[in-house]
Nanobody
Framework: QVHLVESGGGSVQSGGSLKLSCAAS???????MGWFRQAPGSKQQEVAD???????IYAESVKGRFTISQDNAKDTLYLQMNDLKPEDTAMYYC????????????????WGQGTQVTVSS
């Protein structure tokens, strides 16, 4: 089991940047990690995920602006968000799914409490 705590959210103007952090209580090499977001009245969206080899997948809406990274020595996941837009306003969550060897099992099973990002125009 892993406990996830996000931080780094806040309010910025359009075009600004924020870096979110997700501190994990356990060994992040045992999990495959990702970032999600949910705006009021909207469905949850997967923003980015990172595989055990460091390869990343991004939602089309954030490609070229967001970068996911992982520091295994610190058991911390990051999301660098640049050129923020009002439509990026949401609660951002990090999540983990179990990794066995070089395979990530389906389904995120551990979730943080979220950190709010608000972008004004």
């Amino acid at each position: 089991q892993v406990h996830l705590v996000e931080s780094g959210g806040g309010s910025v103007q359009s075009g600004g940047s924020l870096k979110l952090s997700c501190a994990a209580s356990g060994d992040t090499t045992s999990y495959c990690m990702g970032w999600f977001r949910q705006a009021p009245g909207s469905k949850q969206q997967e923003v980015a995920d990172i595989d055990f080899d460091g390869s990343a997948i991004y939602a089309e809406s954030v490609k070229g602006r967001f970068t996911i990274s992982q520091d295994n020595a610190k058991d911390t996941l990051y999301l660098q968000m640049n050129d923020l837009k009002p439509e990026d306003t949401a609660m951002y969550y990090c999540a983990a799914k179990v990794r066995i060897g070089d395979r990530c099992l389906d389904g995120y099973v551990y979730w943080g409490q979220g950190t709010q990002v608000t972008v004004s125009s």
